[in-house]
């Protein structure tokens, strides 16, 4: 092996990963087009009950830590180890207070009998169900991946602390980094095709 | 034809004795198991993963046997219908999860990629460690989902719903055991993208690389670009196991057809990843043995890429009597035929390597020629049901069967075979017995044909496949099929016990025992831990056998 860390080797991994990812997306995305074209006005109807403002809300959380985990980045590279905690752990809060709206939203349409195989759905239109359906799965993975995502930051975050990650060596940051991106970028697509759905 | 003493002295003389990977672990230090579990080297992963596939090849065969004795006779003759399904559900499973799949780039492609770039290991040594570990728990959740739940898993290995969802066996926990499968699969995957860019010797332009390393890197792409589409699959199989969402349920709005589109849109381009790195194989032995550099280089280069390409848009002509638009199948029944040109391409190109070559037979060559006419049998009939009209009539019948054994199993099967006895030399530094390996060899290829042919006229008969029972006029050529199984049987275990033996025998095998032009033969068998003692040195063109030549007629051959 090389004594020299190839990082642009790394990188090549890492986006070859993330494109995993967006192709693992990419399958409900397709499950997703193919009932919209079949169920379209369910779906309007579906969106309309869902809470926009929450989902708006979600949507500047992530793009902010998005923004941070970036800024967090570039604080490494200066060798400000200081700011890189700052930035890193709103991030990781960033993450949380998604999650914890999340877990708001979800409980509030399981309050209202909403949810995979129950009785309201299964009773009421298939469309309608078959939006919610997709809506649960859909979500549920990508807060998975939130959850995943905080994960490789808090990692990231030790690292940080206890040197192992420094302005020479911070590829492990960086993959982290370019994870949060792609969990901020699916939210991207998910909120339109749920939220905003005509 | 060459004898094994022959080639025993082609010893090179000016190779220095250099210790090989097994005396050696990367990272150093490690000693005894702990020198296997937990190493980095590409070799001993390869040689892993080699130990693990073989047995799980010989079970499913054991299995696929069992099946074709049952149906040698009218009705029960060693298991119930259960059994039956259950058992094909099984062979299937194995055979193409954790034989076809990982066989070739698993196994060579892990071992060789490295030494025929010119470096000494793949870019992610860690995670290639972290791969064979999750084919390992997957294996062991295949063979876990069998023992607990409502009896064996029996939905045949295409999982489709809705009996994989309604079904009271553990299809769950078999389906999961798919993911992490697929998961390995792709992490290798992008591991040899990564190596093929960035760890390839510097002097190595794209049209230097051997067209093995092409074919893995040609796979590489299907599997990262495919496997995530079948991993999300099998997600939603196990959702809808556990909190019956009904996005396949027609009773809820979902589309049964969906899912089958879903799952041929990864398993119809996982086709491509189980025969790409076999035609890999191929070409690197023609060559070899005909002494002559491959007729086509670019072109087999291109084709490879090409069905790579074109692989991944046929996927619904599995789906041509499900009632989808007839557009649909007009338009993949056309693109159908397109992946048929650059197959071709291959074949010809073999063939024409061989044309007016010095021709030395040896068990690898034989081995690859009957690749070459199984294959081709395989791809034609492939034609049949590629397209629309002629599809509706052997539609789910044992013409089915026949086809795509041809294909994965006289195709990738073969080239697996091949490539054991092509690189067994390099990669154990020991010569195995030719005559045991020609028969071995000939009796699978005759076997091969009298099992399989059958069943092309039983499926044009119209006998339907999966099926546990049939009608008396479909009994001779289910029993002649069987007998031609159990033929095929014996000359695998021949093949394999003789070389199975060669570790008892030990006669040593010298680097280039076969007079090859690309790196793995530069350097001793065993390869040292590093891989090259001295720097690599890249020939302008990878199959120039004029210095091969030069040194055969000095020693006298």
């Keep these: 092996m090389s004594s020299q860390i190839d990082r642009t080797g790394i990188k090549i991994g890492m986006w070859l990963f993330l494109y995993s990812e967006i192709i693992l997306f990419g399958g409900l995305f397709v499950l997703y087009a193919a009932y919209l074209y079949r169920y379209p006005e369910f779906f309007a109807e579906g969106g309309k009950e869902l809470n926009r403002v929450i989902g708006a809300i979600n949507t500047i959380v992530l793009l902010i830590s998005s923004f941070t985990v970036a800024a967090s980045i570039t604080a490494i590279q200066r060798n400000a180890k200081k700011q890189t905690i700052v930035f890193l752990v709103f991030s990781i809060f960033c993450g949380f207070v998604f999650l914890v709206n999340k877990y708001f939203e979800w409980g509030a349409k399981i309050h209202h009998d909403?949810?995979?195989?129950?009785?309201?759905?299964?009773?009421?239109?298939?469309?309608?169900?078959?939006?919610?359906?997709?809506?649960?799965?859909?979500?549920?993975?990508h807060g998975l991946h939130v959850i995943i995502g905080m994960i490789l930051l808090s990692i990231s975050l030790v690292l940080v602390i206890k040197g192992k990650v420094n302005s020479s060596q911070f590829s492990m940051l960086d993959n982290s980094g370019l994870y949060w991106h792609l969990v901020d970028l699916i939210w991207i697509f998910v909120f339109p095709l749920f939220y905003l759905v005509l | 034809m060459a004898s094994k003493d022959d080639i025993s002295n082609r010893q090179d003389k000016n190779m220095t004795a250099t210790q090989s990977f097994y005396?050696?672990?990367?990272?150093?230090?490690?000693?005894?198991?702990?020198?296997?579990?937990?190493?980095?080297?590409?070799?001993?992963?390869?040689?892993?993963?080699?130990?693990?596939?073989?047995?799980?090849?010989?079970?499913?065969?054991?299995?696929?046997?069992?099946?074709?004795?049952?149906?040698?006779?009218?009705?029960?003759?060693?298991?119930?219908?259960?059994?039956?399904?259950?058992?094909?559900?099984?062979?299937?499973v194995i055979m193409i999860f954790l034989f076809m799949i990982p066989g070739i780039p698993a196994i060579f492609g892990n071992f060789f990629l490295p030494i025929q770039l010119g470096t000494d290991d793949v870019f992610f040594p860690r995670l290639n460690l972290f791969s064979w570990y999750l084919f390992m728990f997957g294996g062991l959740f295949a063979i876990i989902s069998l023992f607990v739940g409502d009896g064996f898993p029996d939905t045949g290995w295409t999982f489709y719903v809705p009996f994989s969802i309604n079904n009271n066996a553990n299809v769950g926990l078999t389906v999961t055991a798919a993911f992490i499968l697929g998961m390995s699969s792709m992490l290798t995957g992008l591991n040899f993208v990564t190596t093929f860019h960035r760890m390839r010797d510097k002097n190595m332009g794209l049209m230097q690389i051997p067209l093995f390393s092409w074919s893995l890197y040609a796979t590489a792409w299907v599997q990262i670009l495919a496997t995530p589409v079948i991993s999300i699959t099998f997600v939603l199989i196990i959702l809808e196991r556990f909190f019956h969402i009904g996005l396949f349920d027609p009773d809820k709005g979902g589309d049964p057809l969906l899912y089958q589109h879903l799952f041929w849109m990864y398993s119809h381009p996982a086709v491509y990843v189980m025969i790409i790195p076999g035609m890999g194989v191929i070409s690197e032995i023609i060559p070899i043995f005909s002494r002559k550099s491959i007729f086509g280089y670019k072109a087999i280069v291109w084709s490879s890429m090409a069905i790579a390409i074109a692989g991944s848009l046929v996927w619904?002509?599995?789906?041509?009597?499900?009632?989808?638009?007839?557009?649909?199948?007009?338009?993949?029944?056309?693109?159908?035929?397109?992946?048929?040109?650059?197959?071709?391409?291959?074949?010809?190109?073999?063939?024409?390597?061989?044309?007016?070559?010095?021709?030395?037979?040896?068990?690898?060559?034989?081995?690859?020629?009957?690749?070459?006419f199984l294959f081709s049998i395989g791809g034609l009939t492939g034609l049949v049901i590629g397209s629309a009209g002629t599809d509706i009539h052997v539609h789910d019948t044992q013409f089915i069967v026949a086809h795509f054994h041809f294909v994965m199993f006289g195709g990738t099967g073969f080239a697996f075979f091949a490539a054991l006895h092509f690189w067994w030399p390099k990669m154990f530094g020991i010569m195995y017995r030719f005559k045991p390996a020609y028969i071995g060899a000939s009796l699978t290829g005759v076997g091969f044909i009298f099992h399989y042919i059958p069943m092309f006229i039983l499926g044009l008969q119209g006998m339907p496949r999966r099926y546990y029972d049939y009608l008396p006029q479909y009994e001779t050529g289910n029993f002649l099929a069987g007998f031609g199984g159990y033929l095929l049987v014996i000359g695998m275990v021949t093949m394999f016990v003789n070389l199975l033996m060669s570790f008892k025998q030990q006669v040593t095998a010298p680097a280039d025992p076969w007079g090859g032009t690309t790196l793995e033969w530069t350097v001793p068998s065993p390869p040292p831990v590093h891989n090259f003692i001295k720097e690599p040195e890249v020939e302008s063109y990878p199959y120039d056998f004029t210095k091969v030549a030069e040194r055969f007629k000095q020693s006298g051959k």
């Design chain 1, 114 to 141: 909403i949810y995979p195989n129950s009785e309201t759905l299964v009773s009421g239109e298939p469309g309608v169900n078959i939006f919610f359906g997709l809506y649960y799965t859909i979500t549920g993975l």
């Design chain 2, 23 to 92: 005396h050696n672990s990367a990272p150093p230090g490690l000693t005894g198991i702990k020198s296997w579990l937990l190493t980095h080297d590409h070799k001993r992963l390869g040689l892993m993963y080699l130990g693990v596939i073989c047995f799980w090849f010989v079970l499913a065969m054991f299995l696929g046997l069992m099946l074709r004795t049952e149906l040698m006779t009218q009705g029960r003759t060693i298991m119930d219908a259960e059994t039956y399904n259950a058992t094909f559900t099984l062979h299937g």
């Design chain 2, 316 to 372: 619904a002509h599995h789906m041509f009597t499900s009632g989808m638009s007839d557009v649909s199948v007009f338009v993949f029944s056309l693109l159908t035929y397109l992946v048929a040109i650059p197959s071709a391409v291959k074949v010809f190109s073999w063939i024409s390597t061989m044309y007016k070559g010095s021709i030395e037979m040896t068990p690898p060559l034989l081995l690859s020629l009957i690749f070459i």
